[in-house]
């Protein structure tokens, strides 16, 4: 398996308070994604980074902000939780961009 | 914006059936396409993909694809499943320079 690190792999917060969840590689990928996985709606993606403080929006990136200072750690702010956020969120690298993506074991995050 | 559509979202089969997972993706041109494999409470892990070439691929585990142009569409295929084959399967489809997009999921039980 990729070295993929997801930290943490389970949280309960509590409406309005801001979580942040990440993800730690050892592959010196250059493409770090975040998704969520929702039944009925697969896997969708939140955000991307294309490198060092290289970030871009996906395309369900309302209430959710990113940061990558280290080409290792991507990490991933609710700045707010709110129930709908409840998910489970998915970290993935890839060596290039539409290329093969490895993915964390993934975080369930539940907003009460 | 790219969509894709697993029209299939249970599937049951008994162990040594053959498997037809069904993908159809809305836009043509030049796509990279993906199937992905997600087996309980585990991450997604990479069964098999199509650049160009051939356009039927094999994968991993007895797994192959079919890429049809003129259909906009890539079936995963298997002649003989096993109970470890239980899993979601998801495909995903990267158009151009467009982010990769994955479907909702199928998820099949294979009943020993």
């Known amino acids: 398996d990729a070295g993929i690190t997801q930290s943490p792999r389970h949280k309960v917060t509590e409406t309005g308070t801001p979580v942040t969840l990440r993800c730690h590689q050892t592959?010196?990928?250059?493409?770090m994604y975040w998704y969520r996985q929702d039944p009925g709606h697969g896997l969708r993606l939140i955000h991307y980074?294309?490198?060092?403080?290289?970030?871009d929006k996906g395309e369900v990136s309302d209430g959710y902000s990113v940061s990558r200072s280290k080409t290792e750690d991507f990490l991933l702010t609710l700045e707010s939780a709110t129930s709908s956020q409840t998910s489970v969120y998915f970290c993935?690298?890839?060596?290039?961009?539409?290329?093969?993506?490895?993915f964390g074991q993934g975080t369930r995050l539940t907003v009460v | 914006a790219q969509s894709v559509s697993q029209h299939n979202h249970h599937v049951i089969l008994s162990e040594a059936a053959s498997l037809e997972l069904g993908c159809n993706y809305s836009?043509?041109?030049?796509?990279?396409l993906f199937w992905y494999v997600q087996y309980p409470g585990q991450h997604l892990q990479l069964l098999l993909k199509?650049?160009?070439?051939?356009?039927l691929v094999k994968g991993i585990k007895g797994f192959e694809a079919e890429f049809i142009k003129s259909k906009f569409s890539f079936n995963l295929r298997k002649p003989s499943v096993q109970w470890s084959d239980t899993a979601e399967y998801f495909c995903a489809v990267r158009r151009g320079y467009q982010k990769v997009t994955f479907g909702t999921g199928t998820k099949l039980q294979v009943i020993p």
């Open positions: 199509y650049f160009s070439g051939d356009p």
């Open positions: 980074s294309y490198g060092v403080k290289d970030t």
């Open positions: 592959e010196n990928h250059r493409y």
């Open positions: 836009y043509g041109g030049t796509v990279n």
């Open positions: 993935a690298i890839s060596e290039a961009d539409g290329d093969e993506a490895f």
